[in-house]
């Protein structure tokens, strides 16, 4: 009796080596993928951290922990350039990127960019710059002026890229017209207000279809981004690059190591 429990404790143990070898093998075969953080809010904007929130601590922090650790970060079009010409990417390449386009995007991480000289992409919501919008929140949150998008462009570290028009979940558009003025319209229209290309999109609430994709695309959008990874999604199409979310979480900074490691969507893809 007793034998026979010993074996298949051994039978067991083999079992479950053999299967851990076979996820190493899977996940960590080819090298560390280029990796693009999502941030929204960096601090509380209404006095509590919410999901979608890093306080700014933590993200100076984080940006600590990137430069003490090496790590290159590049500009979402460099990245996306990158992919184009097929180039493999270097392990520790990160790109760092903002929805929504909070005032906090100025007056808490800028001057943390600008200390560390690491450059950024903001999504803004074209129709609400400047004022009191609730976005993806339950309370309206004030929204970056076109002062302040101005002044953190000029920088040369900060590049902004469309979130929309107004925030709008395109798979929930079925009007043609409406979705081309979330689309191609905000694009338009920022680029006269900025006075330069808007070559970057995302997607509010990681939300598309196949025509909005193919739509972003022929607005002439470099590169679009969307929110998580899902199973089976290609991790190199331009149009709907994969992101890490930054958020309350992410002041472990053994998860925040995680994350950046290269390997964290593969780790929550397989286990999706
Ligand atoms: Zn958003």
Redesign the pocket.
């Known amino acids: 009796m007793k034998k026979n429990i010993l074996r298949v404790g051994v039978y067991l143990f083999v079992f479950i080596f053999v299967a851990f070898i076979v996820w190493c093998r899977h996940i960590f075969s080819g090298g560390p993928d280029a990796v693009i953080l999502m941030y929204?809010s960096v601090g509380a904007p209404h006095g509590e951290l919410t999901s979608l929130d890093v306080s700014a601590r933590d993200f100076e922090r984080q940006m600590d922990f990137l430069s003490r650790h090496g790590f290159r970060v590049v500009r979402l079009t460099e990245l996306a350039a990158m992919l184009r010409r097929g180039e493999k990417i270097a392990p520790r390449t990160v790109v760092i990127t903002f929805?929504?386009g909070y005032e906090n995007n100025y007056t808490e991480a800028f001057p943390v960019l600008k200390k560390y000289g690491f450059p950024a992409t903001i999504?803004v919501?074209g129709s609400h710059l400047g004022e009191e919008y609730p976005?993806?929140r339950r309370v309206p949150t004030r929204l970056l002026t076109l002062a302040q998008i101005k002044e953190m462009e000029g920088s040369g570290l900060v590049d902004i890229g469309s979130?929309t028009w107004t925030?709008s979940y395109l798979p929930g558009i079925s009007d043609p017209q409406a979705l081309r003025n979330e689309i191609l319209g905000s694009k338009v229209k920022l680029e006269a207000a900025l006075g330069r290309p808007v070559v970057s999109f995302?997607y509010?609430?990681g939300g598309y279809t196949r025509a909005a994709r193919k739509m972003v695309q022929e607005a002439g959008y470099r590169v679009a981004v969307g929110i998580n990874s899902k199973k089976g999604r290609p991790a190199d199409d331009l149009y709907t690059l994969k992101r890490i979310k930054v958020a309350k979480k992410s002041r472990h900074m053994g998860i925040f190591f995680v994350q950046v490691s290269g390997y964290y969507l593969r780790m929550k893809e397989s286990s999706s």
Request: hydrophobic fraction near 40%; charge should be negative; glycine fraction near 0%.
């Open positions: 929204h929805d929504d999504f919501v976005v993806a979130h925030h995302c509010p609430l």
